[in-house]
């Protein structure tokens, strides 16, 4: 896959997409997210890919929505665009694990797009912020939603009116990232993970994410029963039986994904 904005890269069933904007510091135009839209269409499509990795560079993951492209935007450029449902939403949309490994400013869209993804990897050098405020606007790709559902409502209010950033290690403590990585082992430590997960069957870990997310919209007794459903439908596949077969044979299991 061939991209002007970013870099695609494969080892196995893990893809990696690499923001690739470094003189914007990845600044998310709509350019960049129509490439990272088609990325994941494709590797959906992709049967042998069973995880992504979503990161920036070392000083940038992303320092938030091109200011520059939006600057002049009337009222009705910005809520005529389908650029936010179409391309800047498809990472939410992506049905396969998806994990975020974030090193240096991580801001404005950049937070919301890794917040996007299932879970997030930083690097100790790693800042989070909601500065929006500081351009006369607010977060308007899911950071007042999403960073208080992972952060709670004191700490979202903290961030977004007073724009300030976050460091990696207050971001695991809020619980906003799941481990914070020396810099130097960023992706290894994420490229790991995602070779964990990619090794296991498909089909579950895609469910397993829905049934977590399924969490944020559903009250507990309908999302328990959400759980129930899918985890007794895992017994419809061949990768339930492996799976338990091969713990009773001692062995490791080889999913089929299906
Ligand atoms: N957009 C466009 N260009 C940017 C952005 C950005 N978000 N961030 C940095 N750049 C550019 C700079 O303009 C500069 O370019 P140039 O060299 O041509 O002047 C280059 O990147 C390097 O930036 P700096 O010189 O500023 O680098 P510093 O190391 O001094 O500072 C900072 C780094 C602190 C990250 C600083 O660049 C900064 O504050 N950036 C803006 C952060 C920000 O406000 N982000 C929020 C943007 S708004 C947003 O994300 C809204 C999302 C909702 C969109 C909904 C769409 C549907």
């Given at each position: 896959m061939k991209y002007d904005m970013i870099e695609v890269t494969r080892n196995g069933a893990v893809a990696t997409i690499q923001f690739d904007r470094p003189k914007a510091l990845n600044a998310l135009c709509t350019e960049m997210m129509v490439e990272v839209a088609d990325a994941l269409a494709k590797l959906e499509a992709d049967n042998v890919i069973g995880c992504v990795i979503l990161t920036g560079s070392d000083k940038a993951f992303a320092a938030g929505a091109d200011i520059k492209e939006m600057q002049n935007n009337?009222?009705?450029?910005?809520?005529?665009s389908d650029v936010f449902e179409k391309h800047h939403e498809a990472v939410a949309r992506f049905r396969k694990p998806i994990i975020a490994a974030v090193s240096g400013y991580c801001?404005?869209?950049?937070?919301?797009?890794?917040?996007?993804?299932?879970?997030?990897?930083a690097s100790d050098t790693a800042k989070f912020g909601q500065p929006e405020i500081n351009l006369g606007v607010m977060p308007g790709m899911g950071g007042t939603q999403r960073l208080t559902l992972a952060i709670g409502k004191s700490k979202a209010m903290d961030m977004?009116?007073?724009g300030r950033m976050m460091d990696a290690e207050e971001a695991e403590r809020a619980g906003?990232?799941?481990?914070?990585?020396?810099?130097?082992?960023?992706?290894?430590?994420?490229?790991?993970?995602?070779?964990?997960?990619?090794g296991q069957s498909h089909p579950i870990a895609m469910m397993t994410k829905e049934t977590i997310n399924a969490s944020f919209e559903?009250?507990?007794?309908?999302?328990?029963?959400?759980?129930r459903r899918l985890f007794q439908s895992m017994f419809t596949t061949d990768d339930q039986k492996e799976g338990m077969t091969a713990f009773v044979e001692k062995r490791k299991p080889h999913f089929k994904h299906k």
């Open positions: 009337s009222y009705m450029d910005i809520y005529k801001l404005g869209g950049g937070c919301e797009v890794a917040m996007m993804c299932d879970f997030i990897i977004c009116l007073t906003l990232v799941s481990r914070v990585v020396p810099l130097d082992d960023l992706l290894t430590v994420a490229g790991e993970a995602a070779a964990k997960i990619a559903m009250s507990l007794t309908q999302g328990l029963r959400y759980e």
